[in-house]
């Protein structure tokens, strides 16, 4: 079994930057593939990023790609979403997430096992 905490959301202003980190705690990272997902009010849940155990790859939505990077650290069991030139848009309940089969990386929210309770990020305008 495995456990996902984020932390490091807020309240922004558009332009501003966030680092969101997601710790895991009952099982090693080594070998999963990790994911983002923002869900806004009424939407549904929606891919932001993911990467795969060993960092070597990774796959951005593409209303994120050139502003977020996801980035994971197994010796620390934490994964980290680094947003930068945050928009209104942007505004969500962020949650990360863990895949324990193959391929890695999917951006099919039903393709990931292990999920985080979420953190709210707000971007005001």
């Known amino acids: 079994q495995v456990q996902l905490v984020e932390s490091g959301g807020g309240l922004v202003q558009a332009g501003d930057s966030l680092r969101l980190s997601c710790a895991a705690s009952?099982?090693?990272?080594?070998?999963?593939?990790l994911g983002w997902f923002r869900q806004a009010p009424g939407k549904e849940r929606d891919f932001v990023a993911a990467?795969?155990?060993?960092?070597?790859?990774?796959d951005y939505a593409d209303a994120v790609k050139g502003r977020f990077t996801i980035s994971r650290d197994n010796a620390k069991n934490t994964f980290y979403l680094e947003m930068n030139n945050l928009k209104p848009e942007d505004t969500a309940v962020y949650y990360c997430a863990a895949r324990i089969t193959n391929p890695p990386i999917t951006r099919r929210t039903a393709g990931y096992t292990y999920w985080g309770q979420g953190t709210q990020v707000t971007v005001s305008s």
């Open positions: 009952g099982r090693t990272m080594n070998s999963y593939g």
């Open positions: 990467i795969t155990w060993g960092g070597s790859s990774a």
